[in-house]
């Protein structure tokens, strides 16, 4: 790990990354799109809100996938202390932030038809909803962090890092509270051995979930070459003011 | 289609915001690096 965590070695990496990733990502998410809106069947139960599910699902997946990559960057850069680290935490909040806020609306556009109302105050909601203030929590210490630095150069503040790292409590909460409490969100349709769902609707969501996933992961490959390249601009910009000082 | 009402804008919602996010954090990279090779070239 700490041989990629070098960063010219990652910028070589993450120019060739960044292209293949968000275009093969925008590929996957519109053939998702195209056949959950217009080629799957409705859902004889739930009729066509179950479109929705191919939007919905991936969001949430990455949602708490983000989250965990977050918390994972931030204990590597609180035990190793490698900037690199810092960096890739800054990039995944927002786009994490993203995903989870996209679940929670798309939920609820899901609840309304479904269940008879927007919102209900049941543990997989109430949990999801504490992931995405954990997100702004998160990116609100972390820009308090980057403020102090006076802006453009990293700094390693560790109360961002130590935030992520507690918010993971939330992770298993959210993945078991259908199971833990009676809620009115459904249990997993999908699990590792098994699925409940046709194979004509696994179709646009796995198509979705990769497509989402790639996209996710190009997203966090660009602003981490942003904040690379704004830590370098900054270091020059620095030792150019103190040469002519 | 029935729930139109509730698919489309679940849709239109996530992408705008897959795009959103994918066009400024392209233009913020672009420029990012354009300045930081202005810089190395000073």
């Known amino acids: ?245 | 289609m029935i729930h139109a009402e509730f698919v489309y804008p679940s849709y239109l919602l996530t992408v705008a915001g897959l795009v959103g996010v994918t066009v400024w954090s392209l233009i913020a990279m672009r420029r990012a690096e354009a300045a930081a090779a202005r810089e190395r070239r000073r």
């Open chain 1, 1 to 245: 790990m700490h041989r990629f965590a070098n960063p010219a070695r990652f910028l070589r990496i993450a120019r060739v990354l960044t292209p293949v990733l968000t275009v093969a990502g925008v590929i996957l998410t519109a053939a998702g799109i195209y056949i959950g809106l217009f080629a799957s069947p409705p859902d004889y139960q739930q009729g066509d809100s179950v479109r929705i599910m191919y939007v919905h699902v991936p969001a949430a997946w990455l949602a708490s996938g983000g989250y965990l990559g977050l918390a994972l960057a931030s204990g590597v850069a609180l035990v190793w202390r490698h900037p690199l680290a810092t960096i890739a935490a800054r990039a995944i909040a927002p786009v994490g932030a993203l995903f989870t806020a996209i679940c929670l609306v798309t939920g609820s556009l899901w609840g309304k038809p479904t269940w008879g109302t927007y919102w209900v105050w049941d543990a997989r909601l109430t949990s999801m909803l504490v992931l995405l203030f954990l997100c702004i929590g998160y990116l609100a210490l972390a820009s308090a962090e980057d403020e102090r630095g006076g802006g453009g150069e990293l700094v390693e503040g560790k109360g961002a890092a130590i935030l992520a790292l507690v918010g993971v409590v939330n992770l298993p909460i959210i993945k078991f509270s259908v199971e833990w409490w009676h809620t009115l969100h459904q249990g997993p349709s999908i699990t590792l051995t098994k699925s409940a769902i046709d194979p004509a609707m696994l179709l646009p969501l796995f198509l979705s979930l990769g497509g989402f996933t790639l996209m996710f992961g190009g997203v966090v490959l660009m602003r981490m070459r942003t904040a690379l390249a704004r830590t370098r601009t900054a270091a020059r910009e620095r030792r150019t003011a103190e040469a002519y000082a």
